[in-house]
């Protein structure tokens, strides 16, 4: 069992109502709030409700409907917030495991946007 999910992490208790959250939008299957710490005008979350430690363990195990809902969130979330279909661009970061430096161990994406992000990597 390559995936070990931990229900203690900050984002299963968001799920569970036991942290407030700044709530984007929420569906069947996924949730979407705002970062707490914005790295851009536009920072926001975008989590399954099960429990996905990241994103190969979401795209390897949820079912089709998670993973339809969870796609389509991303999609909404592009449009509500200005970024997506004729907007100014946003970026899409999905942080795993150690050399991906993921802080909470529940599978998240990050919708960045509102301002240029400059080069995706730097170096070293
Ligand atoms: P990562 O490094 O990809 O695991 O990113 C974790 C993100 O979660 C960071 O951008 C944090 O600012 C954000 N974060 C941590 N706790 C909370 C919280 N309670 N509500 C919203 N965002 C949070």
Same mark, same amino acid.
Not at 94 to 117: K, W
């Given at each position: ?44 979350? +975008?989590? *399954?409700? %099960? ?7 979401? =795209?390897? &195990?949820?079912?089709?409907? @998670? ?15 200005? +970024?997506? *279909?004729? %907007? ?7 942080? =795993?495991g &150690?050399?991906?430096?993921? @802080? ?8 960045l946007g ?9 170096? %070293?």
């Amino acid at each position: 069992m390559p995936y070990s999910y931990d229900d203690q992490n900050i984002f299963a208790k968001i799920l569970r109502g036991e942290i407030p959250n700044n709530t984007v939008l929420e569906t069947e299957h996924t949730l979407a709030f705002n970062d707490i710490a914005p790295q851009a005008p536009v920072h926001v979350l +975008v989590i *399954p409700k %099960g429990p996905y430690v990241c994103y190969d363990h979401f =795209a390897l &195990e949820a079912s089709e409907a @998670e993973i339809v809902d969870f796609t389509r969130t991303v999609g909404k979330v592009c449009e509500m917030t200005g +970024v997506g *279909p004729g %907007g100014e661009g946003f970026r899409l970061i999905s942080n =795993a495991g &150690e050399n991906g430096v993921q @802080e909470v161990p529940h599978l998240h994406v990050h919708i960045l946007g509102g301002r240029n992000l400059g080069r995706m990597l730097q170096k %070293g």
